[in-house]
């Protein structure tokens, strides 16, 4: 073949190809790849790290949290008291906990956290009760890194503070970025102390959970609701799931569905609206729950009662009523001062999760956005880490910010440690993936570094940048307990790496 | 919240929306899903299932293999000694196989497989030697079911006929569609036969490994080729792996690559055509190698022996060179009457997944694309199997006919038992995800089952549909030996399905 001829064809191959727009996630530009194809990362606007839109993708919206501002600041009549991360930001200034962020995410300066949290698209959930405790502050946004959260408590079946202890700290080895305490059996105001206490990292609770404990649903009342959430802020507990989406007209969309309501707090709050034959509560007391939640800075995780259960269910019209609720509810957070994330789903099939990312996006204005997986099929029991791993993958390409686990038992019992380390893992492999294929900023390097390894045969060195450097080097001196140069897999004879160094550079 | 309110939510959120344009991948339109965002199906087209393009990829290719028939066939004057698939499937007739293939896939005719496999678009690897030995013929092809690969054999460090055969079958509970023999160590041609006497599904080789046992690389000839594959042909193999696309003249690009060449084959035919300082023999012969494949109709598997072996080294100008020239040599097995897939990489960030598959969709005018992975990052060894799984979703979500699966032992050792299971399952998952995610018919039918015996709280029924049975009930029976109405994960109280199952309908 002639030299000609291969220019030839790179000249074709380059018509045929888009050229790179997103940014190099390799920060000493290593390698020969041809460049990045998420969109090129905008931070500052709507769209900080972002994937290119397939047609008919909804665009991203034209309001921020600064066209919901707080009538106190909008008059500028009243001095104002800053209280949250959020009114910081609005009045310019740079917290310790801006700046610890920007520290840790390493591309962004401190100016640019301020700023992404003021226009509502980051968020740093961080109760001023946990700081005092010692809390690392965390950005949860599109212009950081993809975070992971790991679920953990007890179950009526299964409590114990110490083993969920050690479960908090099990994840934490293993890379989670935050933590829910979804306990629901045992001495949960205890645990959930002594969890808030332990954890470097923010907490999260589920406050409807507690709520029931000794009562039944329907026994619910608007003054013990703000009192559960009053001692868990006092607590310390960095952001709170509160399904206040969910409204009475939406259920009636939910009998067209395969598998009606999933979600543990849904289903108690649907049940406490028929009962009552009144809307959501949450809804109701929004504006008096966010005073509250505001005097801490307790963030809001707006929960999706109405997720799906199943592919059959996936993006239907009760899931979007709810997020459109979720949208406005946003706006109403962010006029009281409150920093809020929003949730999602859950289980979707693999072609409609960039919409639900895009629609989320739209709706809620860039708030960022906090997936339950998805998972992307349902005949895999036992294996929902991966199942939902792939869904989340596709998540934080296409507009996520933070991904909450799913353990392989996932649908079938209480996590113990084994099932944490590997929901984890999973979660890591999901979350990083996504920052490499959106161009986040030395996202690429220890994937470099790692490959640099292979390609010298150092598999001490290979271990060693490994995530899991036990298993990576319990695998493999399974076969071959001396470090050849080649391994049980292709043996000397058959070893690409080891014949590609025998070729002339 | 009015009626009124909804109604007009709901008529903002169509607007929002892209309206669904895939098929209903459940046969019986159950749940309340809004329906599938693939493009609409076009079986005879040029996109059968298929992925809505991301701007800028590249269109499919206007021509099929109807735009490369034998000179015999074109000139209508010889006797057209029909051998192939593709033979047949060119003059009209459907064969025996095509049959089995549209039965087992339910969706398609007999008629509309003959057609795409006339087009070029769908094989069915089945040697003739194999078929009179018990083959169940395989469809692979973007109209059919996506399928997965597993790879087994022997290493010089670990090496058992027996032991093999094992592997076989066990991979073959779990689902594989199709294996490759991989042996390098023992005495791999009576491996070989065993294997393919043992198996129902076809099987695969890379027959370069054979030739050089008991010789060096340098020492290989035109002969010991063509009498290798021979020989091969003969046992009954069902697809060659034969990397002929990587030319002299893409050696120069693989210098810029961070790891150079990770494929086995690859690293070896590199070395040849360095030291002889010739072309790549299987390019030069495969006018010759397509002769006595077509005798026996063992169908090509092009081999990608420049695939990249780290993200920082994903589609490169040394990967895409590669490529081109499969394009050309799937024009030439046409024109020879073989059957043809053609093979892709390996280690590609979640971005640039969907490029790669459009790019070779229109490079090989729809041949089959057949994907190890990909991995989408490189630091979790141990895991490769969920790195993988990942990148295998998106990939055949976007092109990929079948995928080779990995397994957890990628990059550290030989895969054993438990490794091949973990890697069916981790590519069954992949495979069925992206099926639903295309539409095809019926594919959401076992998801839809499952869900509604989760509606209902019927365990065992959830059990007896789980992929791996044994597995989900090990782990719901670990807390609750007794199968109650809720699970350990929640308990009773906060057991959202039995709430669901209290509100009225």
């Not at 045929?16 to 996630?25: M, Q, V």
């Not at 500052?44 to 066209?67: C, I, L, N, Y």
């Not at 640019?112 to 968020?123: F, K, M, P």
């Not at 809307?279 to 999706?304: K, T």
Request: overall charge negative.
């Amino acid at each position: 073949m002639s030299k000609d001829n291969g220019a030839h064809r790179i000249a074709t191959l380059e018509r045929l190809l888009p050229s790179p727009t997103g940014a190099n996630p390799s920060s000493r530009r290593l390698g020969s790849t041809r460049g990045c194809l998420a969109r090129s990362p905008e931070i500052g606007g709507p769209v900080p790290f972002s994937s290119p839109d397939t047609p008919g993708m909804p665009a991203p919206s034209e309001k921020t949290a600064w066209d919901f501002m707080p009538n106190e600041q909008e008059s500028g009549q009243a001095a104002i008291v800053a209280t949250t991360q959020l009114d910081h930001a609005r009045l310019g200034k740079i917290t310790p906990e801006m700046e610890v962020v920007a520290r840790n995410e390493g591309h962004l300066s401190p100016e640019q956290v301020r700023d992404e949290i003021a226009s509502g698209r980051l968020i740093i959930p961080a109760n001023k009760i946990h700081l005092s405790h010692g809390l690392e502050p965390v950005g949860i946004g599109r212009a950081s890194r993809t975070k992971i959260n790991a679920n953990i408590g007890t179950s009526p079946i299964s409590s114990s503070t110490d083993e969920e202890i050690c479960k908090l700290e099990w994840a934490l080895k293993w890379g989670a970025d935050t933590a829910m305490d979804l306990s629901t059996g045992g001495d949960v105001d205890a645990c959930r102390q002594a969890l808030i206490r332990a954890s470097r990292v923010p907490v999260g609770t589920v406050p409807i959970y507690s709520m029931i404990i000794g009562r039944k649903i329907e026994d619910l009342t608007y003054e013990v609701i703000l009192a559960e959430l009053e001692k868990q802020a006092r607590q310390g507990v960095d952001f709170f799931t509160i399904h206040a989406g969910l409204l009475r007209s939406h259920l009636e969309h939910v009998k067209e569905r395969l598998i009606g309501i999933v979600s543990r707090g849904g289903s108690l709050i649907a049940k406490w609206m028929t009962h009552h034959r009144k809307e959501n509560p949450f809804y109701e007391m929004f504006d008096e729950i966010c005073a509250l939640m505001r005097q801490y800075d307790v963030s809001f995780s707006l929960g999706d009662g109405l997720r799906p259960g199943g592919l059959a269910d996936a993006t239907d019209t009760a899931q979007l009523l709810e997020l459109s609720v979720l949208g406005e509810l946003t706006e109403r957070s962010w006029s009281n001062g409150c920093q809020v994330m929003v949730e999602g789903p859950g289980h979707v099939p693999f072609d409609q999760i960039e919409v639900n990312m895009k629609l989320e996006r739209r709706l809620c204005h860039g708030a960022p956005f906090y997936v339950l997986g998805p998972i992307v099929t349902d005949v895999f029991p036992g294996y929902d880490h991966i199942t939902s791993a792939i869904g989340a993958t596709a998540a934080a390409f296409h507009g996520a910010s933070m991904l909450c686990y799913v353990t392989p038992k996932e649908h079938l019992g209480l996590p113990k440690r084994e099932d944490v380390k590997q929901g984890c893992i999973a979660y890591k492999i999901a979350a990083h993936a996504a920052d490499v294929a959106l161009g986040i900023p030395a996202s690429r390097d220890r994937d470099d570094e790692i490959t640099r390894a292979r390609a010298d045969l150092e598999w001490d060195k290979h271990f060693e940048l490994s995530f899991d450097e036990e298993t990576a080097r319990k695998m493999h001196e399974e076969d071959m307990p001396e470090h050849e140069g080649y391994c049980s897999m292709c043996g000397h004879d058959w070893c690409a790496v080891r014949i590609n160094k025998e070729l002339p550079r």
